[in-house]
């Protein structure tokens, strides 16, 4: 396998690509700012596909409980949505009192940067929506936030379009392609410009318990784009890899750290080592490069959410209690895979070795 | 770590032991025939222990049917319950021609071996009881079979406690162990006697989807017993095995081969390979040894069910879809794992290195 060098002679993609028909390839599908009424909007990734109900937040709370409790996900998405939830704290700042409103936007960034621990995106984009506001004054700030959310989720989706691309260039016609949870936009590029390219894709996708996000996000995506899909239990990985019948092994990260580590939906490592020890290639969509404020895989707080969400199902008629009662649960949202595992990881400036990952940010 | 030869100088256990209070310790507490009835009662696992449902069965078909659908599971059981099924189908040969009651016991034979293509416990019981019942005649057929059925449960309650209690003696105080699917009857006297002896066990349980076995008969098992037990997804134990939160890996098999192949629920091998990468013991609980018709891993004929049971998910209050319309999904219900992964498999005879189990007959 020839891992491309970054920046190398892969031909610069025109942006006139046909649209994607994936809901989830374009962010301001799913969450968005209602000048109107000043509400965030906000599509609840947990009934996704089965219903399309979009919330609307008018308050900081409203939003970091919506984050918290999963209606958005996904590195990215949850932090543009916690960008837009400073776009309120703003708008209520505008009628405080002159000393309060930059004590009471700090303390709603705070807020929203406690939802959750691991992902990097938020830790970016709040303190820096933050400075935004702050620098913009107490009349301007508003406006001055929601321009730069906005920019960043239009960056986002510039970043996902061409990381989506590189990835395609590292699939064969007639790839079976193991995916975990759902790989978000960039996903959805890779499979479509594969797709445009004359590349038949098949996707094997692992449900992802307890949320279900590849029985639904990612299947639902595929049936979007015409892709074909199989879905798969979180332990079939390494028996079909015995048969054969993978090819490669593609997710994402919601953190990479300088020297190559990975974090990501829990069930990625396990993946991650049968694929080693099947010798499949093991890819990563890692979007705009590694957090530069994480040297290594130490650093890295691994959220634990409430065991009793292992102790159910939730589908299209509502939610089972699948586990007896009288025992635990441990529900540790996150894993984090070493770089001697991962093949390569494939960004918006192309394709890296992970233990090159740090030349992310002078290629 | 010390593995005990086969037939080492382990004392032999008392039989004696206080009843080891787990329902599933004890195969006559799931299935048995009802002499007064003439019918075949068999407890509902997939619903147990939300709902304690016997059903009674009074033709070939039905026990079949039950055993197709899941009624009754584990190798051992289901074997013990189409023998069962076969002392009905001896029943209706008492009022049938003198030329065709043989022959209608053969095709109902045939019926219950194909229900289940996997575990090979199924393939010994159904022919030997076969056997005995045309050897016994058309009037005495159903008594035989019976009586056959019956001691081979009371056998394989005792071959399950003797496993069980060697397996104990690998145990150590505070052990934190892994386990998939339902380990069956050993695995409850595994840990029971482990209790007995005053060692502290902590069971993490992968719940085994599409079924949740782990989440209810394993979970449940431990809750009769009151050993601790935490719930985990299917995709979790390499995680935990990379914070230092397992000791070992423990389960059963469906079928072992002669060169130290088993075969077990589909997860098995990927929580095998996980538990190779961080250098975890594996043991398997090997109950009555290897097939001896089964030489090589070549030869088993792994059960491909229908993927309609992994877009689902049931629960205590019924069944919710958990997957998108429109996809296809891939359910074999098990897996294959080689010697090399395995420390060693216990049995009623003693602790064997893998490679080393076709020693069994001779032990």
């Not at 303390?107 to 506001?133: M, S, W």
């Not at 790839?175 to 410009?193: K, N």
């Amino acid at each position: 396998m020839n891992v491309p060098t970054p920046n190398s002679a892969l031909t610069p993609h025109s942006s006139s690509l046909p649209a994607c028909p994936a809901v989830l390839a374009d962010r301001f599908n799913t969450l968005r700012y209602d000048q109107a009424t000043g509400e965030v909007v906000l599509l609840d990734r947990r009934q996704y596909p089965f219903q399309t109900l979009y919330h609307r937040y008018d308050t900081v709370e409203g939003v970091a409980v919506a984050i918290e409790e999963m209606v958005v996900q996904g590195g990215p998405p949850l932090a543009y949505a916690a960008g837009l939830g400073l776009v309120l704290a703003a708008n209520e700042a505008k009628s405080e009192e002159r000393g309060a409103w930059s004590e009471n936007l700090e303390l709603a960034a705070q807020r929203l940067l406690n939802t959750r621990p691991t992902a990097d995106d938020l830790h970016h984009i709040i303190p820096k929506a933050l400075e935004v506001g702050l620098s913009a004054g107490q009349e301007q700030c508003a406006q001055a936030i929601l321009d730069y959310v906005n920019s960043e989720i239009q960056r986002g989706n510039e970043v996902a379009q061409r990381c989506g691309r590189y990835a395609a260039e590292l699939l064969q016609d007639g790839d079976r392609i193991l995916t975990h949870c759902i790989a978000g936009a960039a996903l959805c590029w890779m499979l479509w410009q594969a797709k445009l390219d004359g590349k038949q894709i098949h996707v094997y996708a692992s449900e992802t318990r307890p949320y279900f996000q590849g029985a639904r996000l990612t299947a639902q995506s595929c049936v979007e784009m015409g892709i074909e899909c199989t879905l798969i239990s979180d332990g079939m990985s390494a028996h079909l890899m015995s048969l054969g019948r993978l090819d490669k092994f593609i997710c994402a990260a919601d953190r990479m750290t300088l020297d190559g580590h990975i974090t990501n939906k829990v069930g990625t490592l396990q993946h991650a080592i049968a694929a080693h020890y099947f010798g499949l290639p093991f890819y990563v969509l890692g979007y705009d490069g590694p957090d530069p404020n994480t040297p290594t895989a130490a650093g890295i707080p691994i959220e634990e959410r409430n065991p009793d969400e292992l102790f159910h199902a939730t589908g299209r008629e509502g939610k089972v209690r699948t586990a007896v009662e009288g025992i635990r649960a441990y529900y540790p949202a996150f894993d984090i895979t070493p770089p001697h595992l991962i093949t390569a990881i494939v960004t918006d400036k192309g394709i890296f070795p992970p233990t090159l990952l740090h030349t992310y940010f002078s290629s």
